[in-house]
């Protein structure tokens, strides 16, 4: 939706499993070429100074750019919603 790549954050919980994992899943970003940086670094990106259209807590960043750009709803879209509205469609459709 910007034409470029967007540094995001990934959040992973502190549990023997993660631990145990951490490696593996930092070699396979680098042998995808993605580059590590800092969560201040990726925020200083303009994208995250976007006023959102809807304040939804957790909402998708594609989903809040795709709201703000004024896009509606868009192919694969019904996907990044967490804030209940596919899910909501969905059950009304199969209720009628």
Not at 39 to 54: G, H, I, K, S, T
């Amino acid at each position: 939706m910007q034409g470029r790549d967007i540094a995001q954050v990934l959040l992973l919980h502190h549990n023997l499993v993660n631990a145990l994992w951490l490696d593996d899943i930092i070699a396979q970003f680098n042998d995808m070429g993605w580059a590590i940086t800092t969560p201040a670094a990726a925020f200083a990106d303009p994208v995250y100074q976007l006023a959102r259209a809807r304040a939804a807590p957790g909402q998708s960043l594609l989903l809040s750019m795709g709201r703000t750009m004024g896009l509606g709803k868009f192919p694969g879209g019904e996907r990044l919603v967490d804030d209940g509205d596919y899910e909501m469609d969905l059950l009304k459709e199969r209720t009628q």
